[in-house]
């Protein structure tokens, strides 16, 4: 069993900055990309970025891109998320998750995720 824990979460002013961790508890474990999601109240959970672990390509929604970086350090089994110039709406609980193989629902849906982190709080204020 694989687990994610994320750190990194807190209260902001909009504007502001954080940087999201999460880190995987086994080193080797069949893992084809990690991934950040989010779920704001009454909302459903929605993607936010992608790394393929291997070659380290990326993907964003377009709520994030050009604000937000996904990265990630082989040697600390752990990825990023940084994210810069953040709005109120921005507020969330943020979820780690790694997709073990390539799936055709592909890396923006949440079903083709197979581990998951207890997620981190992320509150923007105004």
């Known amino acids: 069993q694989v687990q994610l824990v994320e750190s990194g979460g807190g209260l902001v002013q909009a504007g502001g900055s954080l940087r999201l961790s999460c880190a995987a508890s086994?080193?080797?474990?069949?893992?084809?990309?990690m991934g950040w999601f989010r779920q704001a109240p009454g909302k459903e959970r929605e993607f936010v970025a992608a790394?393929?672990?291997?070659?380290?390509?990326?993907y964003y929604a377009d709520s994030a891109k050009g604000r937000f970086t996904i990265s990630k350090n082989n040697a600390k089994n752990t990825v990023y998320l940084q994210m810069n110039s953040l709005k109120p709406e921005d507020t969330a609980v943020y979820y780690c998750?790694?997709?073990?193989?390539?799936?055709?629902?592909?890396?923006?849906?949440?079903?083709?995720?197979?581990?998951w982190g207890q997620g981190t709080q992320v509150t923007v204020s105004s």
């Open positions: 790394i393929i672990w291997g070659g380290g390509r990326t």
């Open positions: 998750a790694a997709e073990s193989s390539a799936r055709s629902s592909g890396l923006g849906s949440a079903e083709g995720y197979d581990y």
């Open positions: 086994r080193r080797t474990f069949s893992r084809y990309a």
